[in-house]
């Protein structure tokens, strides 16, 4: 397609402005990254307390809502530790709970349990069901078939054709 519009929860995104963009993003949709895109500076609690700083949270609000969201995956005791002290998974976690926090309408996930040991992948899982079980919509890009199976719908990207698979 070369041309067309998105339209997302009633909203034809083209139309709105940069800043209206940005603050439509940060309302309604979460990322998970798979190069989690952790701030270097600022410990695992600050990472998560972000999107809820720019969403103008309290901060005793968003203080508790990211220490329950660490605390979830399993990150309870490293809430002032910097990425750099962080395993690969860990971070991971963290840029997991940075995403679910907010409790976004609309979550991409690129690889969300791609590097996790299997205890840590559930934990993560548990966390992106119990999302869309309240109602968010989830798209997830995974090779783990046993996540493909959770799916209400999956599509298959081969040989650059994309069909579905339920």
């Not at 969403?55 to 995956?73: D, G, W």
């Amino acid at each position: 397609f070369q041309s067309g519009c998105l339209k997302l929860m009633d909203t034809e995104t083209q139309a709105l402005s940069h800043s209206k963009t940005a603050e439509f993003r940060r309302k309604n949709i979460g990322f998970i990254f798979q190069s989690y895109n952790l701030i270097s500076s600022k410990t695992a609690l600050e990472n998560v307390t972000l999107p809820l700083k720019y969403n103008k949270v309290k901060y005793f609000y968003r203080r508790s809502m990211a220490i329950t969201a660490l605390e979830k995956i399993g990150l309870g005791e490293k809430l002032h530790s910097y990425p750099h002290q962080l395993s690969g998974g860990q971070q991971q976690r963290v840029a997991v709970a940075r995403a679910l926090v907010t409790r976004p309408k609309i979550l991409f996930c690129d690889e969300p349990t791609g590097n996790l040991d299997s205890e840590s992948a559930r934990l993560v899982m548990d966390g992106i069901i119990s999302l869309r079980n309240s109602g968010s919509a989830i798209v997830m890009i995974t090779h783990d078939k046993s996540l493909v199976n959770m799916a209400d719908c999956a599509y298959i990207l081969k040989d650059g054709k994309l069909w579905e698979d339920k």
